[in-house]
C-alpha cells in the first residue's frame, strides 16, 4: 500500500505538468485577487461545475511543480477558518507576468498570505466573485474596471484613507435602455476588529478630504465616486452611518451588512443604506445625485454627485 503523503508537501518527483488556458487563468487570477485566494474561491472562478476532485488535484499538481504555494488556513489567529489558501509561487508568477504582459522586474506579486488580514482579504475576494457572477447572470451590468486592494497599496504616495478596491460598474440607464452608465465605486470591507472612532478617523475623514481633490482625480481619472462600506452586523451598520453622518459623509457612503450580500442581491437588491438618508437602494437605482434626487434627509449638502464616466 502506497505510503500517505503528508498534508502541504511536494512530490519531489511528480508526473510532467502540461500548462493550459486554464493554468493561465489560475495563474493570473491569484494575481488579481488580492494575491491570495481560498479553494473554494479558485472553484468558483476557474473551475465552476467541476467535482471536488479534479480541482484539488490539479491545484496539487501546481503546487508541486511550484506554480503555486499552498497554505493551511484552517486556524487563523484563534478563528477556525477550516480553508486551503494559495499564493503564487515563482514559476506560476512567470506565467501571470507572460499572460498580463508585465516585464518580469516590474512584476509584483504575494508569495505569503498576511495572516493577520487574511479574514479581510478573502472577504474582499467574495465581494468580487459576487460581483462577477451578478454581472455574468444579468448582461444590464457589467465591470470595466478592477483594482485591488493589494494594487492600491502599492501606489506611492498612500492614497488616503486606502480603501479595498476601486471598480467601474457599466448599468444600463433607468430610464432610457439603450443608454449606458459608468459608476465610479470604491469599496471597504469592515469586519469589526476597530472601534467605529477609529474608522472614522483612518478611513472616513480622510476619504471625505481627499474624494474629488486633483490627486484624487490624477490617481483614478474621476473626479466624484461613492464608497461602499460592507460591514457585520445591523446595529453596527446604524452605529457607523450615524458617525458618518456626524462627520458630513451624507451622500458619499452606502452601507450593507455581510449577511445580505451575495451574487443574487449585491447589484439589484435594495441593501444599500445611504448615509444622510433614510431610503435603501440597490446598485441598479443608486441615484447619481442624491441631492438631485431628493433622498438625502439634509439637501443642504451639495458636495457629492456620483461620477458619470465617458463611454
Known amino acids: 500500500?502506497?505510503?500517505?503523503?503528508?498534508?502541504?508537501?511536494?512530490?519531489?518527483?511528480?508526473?510532467?505538468?502540461?500548462?493550459?488556458?486554464?493554468?493561465?487563468?489560475?495563474?493570473?487570477?491569484?494575481?488579481d485577487y488580492e494575491g491570495v485566494m481560498s479553494h473554494a474561491?479558485?472553484?468558483?472562478?476557474?473551475?465552476p461545475g467541476c467535482t471536488s476532485t479534479w480541482p484539488f488535484e490539479r491545484m496539487q499538481h501546481y503546487f508541486d511543480h511550484r506554480l503555486v504555494q499552498k497554505f493551511d488556513a484552517y486556524n487563523v489567529n484563534g478563528q477556525q477558518l477550516g480553508k486551503i489558501v494559495y499564493?503564487?509561487?515563482?514559476?506560476?508568477?512567470?506565467?501571470?507576468?507572460?499572460?498580463?504582459?508585465?516585464?518580469?522586474?516590474?512584476?509584483?506579486?504575494?508569495?505569503?498570505p498576511r495572516w493577520l488580514t487574511l479574514v479581510h482579504d478573502l472577504a474582499i475576494n467574495d465581494f468580487r466573485l459576487d460581483v462577477?457572477?451578478?454581472?455574468?447572470?444579468?448582461?444590464?451590468?457589467?465591470?470595466?474596471?478592477?483594482?485591488?486592494?493589494?494594487?492600491?497599496?502599492?501606489?506611492?504616495?498612500?492614497?488616503?484613507?486606502?480603501?479595498?478596491?476601486?471598480?467601474?460598474?457599466?448599468?444600463?440607464?433607468?430610464?432610457q435602455v439603450s443608454q449606458v452608465e459608468q459608476l465610479a465605486l470604491h469599496l471597504e470591507i469592515d469586519t469589526g476588529n476597530h472601534s467605529i472612532n477609529r474608522l472614522v478617523k483612518r478611513k472616513v475623514k480622510p476619504i471625505l478630504r481627499y474624494f474629488g481633490s486633483d490627486k484624487y482625480f490624477n490617481q483614478f481619472g474621476v473626479r466624484a465616486g461613492v464608497c461602499l462600506i460592507v460591514t457585520t452586523s445591523e446595529k453596527r451598520l446604524h452605529n457607523l452611518?450615524?458617525?458618518?453622518?456626524?462627520?458630513?459623509?451624507?451622500?458619499?457612503?452606502?452601507?450593507?451588512?455581510?449577511?445580505t450580500v451575495s451574487a443574487q442581491t449585491v447589484l439589484t437588491e435594495p441593501i444599500w443604506l445611504l448615509a444622510g438618508s433614510d431610503y435603501v437602494f440597490s446598485l441598479e437605482k443608486m441615484p447619481l445625485s442624491p441631492v438631485e434626487a431628493g433622498v438625502l434627509n439634509d439637501v443642504a449638502s451639495t458636495r457629492y454627485r456620483q461620477a458619470l464616466l465617458p463611454i
Request: charged share 30%; net charge positive.
Open 1 to 31: 500500500m502506497p505510503k500517505r503523503r503528508r498534508p502541504f508537501t511536494r512530490k519531489k518527483q511528480p508526473r510532467r505538468l502540461v500548462t493550459t488556458e486554464n493554468t493561465e487563468r489560475v495563474m493570473t487570477a491569484l494575481h
Open 41 to 47: 474561491q479558485i472553484v468558483r472562478l476557474c473551475f
Open 87 to 112: 499564493t503564487l509561487d515563482k514559476r506560476g508568477a512567470g506565467i501571470a507576468a507572460r499572460k498580463k504582459r508585465i516585464d518580469w522586474p516590474n512584476f509584483k506579486w504575494r508569495r505569503q
Open 132 to 175: 462577477r457572477e451578478a454581472c455574468q447572470a444579468n448582461p444590464r451590468f457589467s465591470v470595466k474596471k478592477w483594482t485591488s486592494e493589494y494594487e492600491l497599496s502599492q501606489v506611492s504616495p498612500r492614497i488616503p484613507g486606502r480603501l479595498d478596491s476601486f471598480f467601474i460598474l457599466q448599468r444600463e440607464n433607468n430610464v
Open 241 to 259: 452611518k450615524q458617525a458618518i453622518e456626524e462627520n458630513r459623509g451624507e451622500g458619499l457612503f452606502y452601507l450593507t451588512t455581510s449577511a
